[in-house]
């Protein structure tokens, strides 16, 4: 559970780069508190990292209603494709975690 607050954080850097796109992105840009940190999700850029939320049945991107579990999490972290098959938007990095640092960092959103 530590380690996957610290992921979320920022406080253990994870190596990431956009789509079609090789570079290296800085720690500080592949947070995922940046983008999905916010109580209030109005002020967020991307969804809410939450249990409610990614194990709800719900439409997201205009596919058809999905959940995520452990290994659609990791697939949409590693290379930014949904539990439906949708790419998300080339903004979402697509990082270089270990099976380790994907399941701790799911065990932390679940906690959420």
């Known amino acids: 559970m530590e380690l996957g607050r610290e992921i979320f954080s920022g406080q253990h850097a994870l190596a990431a780069h956009l789509r079609d796109d090789n570079r290296m992105l800085h720690d500080n ?3 995922c508190i940046n983008c999905h940190g916010h109580a209030d999700n109005a002020a967020s850029f991307g969804p809410p990292l939450t249990s409610q939320y ?4 719900i439409r997201r991107r205009g596919g058809p209603p999905s959940r995520y579990d452990l290994r659609s999490f990791c697939r949409v972290l590693n290379v930014g494709v949904d539990p439906t098959g949708i790419v998300l938007k080339k903004a979402m990095p697509q990082y270089a975690l270990s099976d380790t640092e994907c399941a701790a ?8």
């Open 29 to 31: 840009a592949v947070r």
């Open 105 to 112: 960092l799911w065990s932390f959103v679940m906690a959420q």
């Open 54 to 57: 990614l194990l709800s049945d």
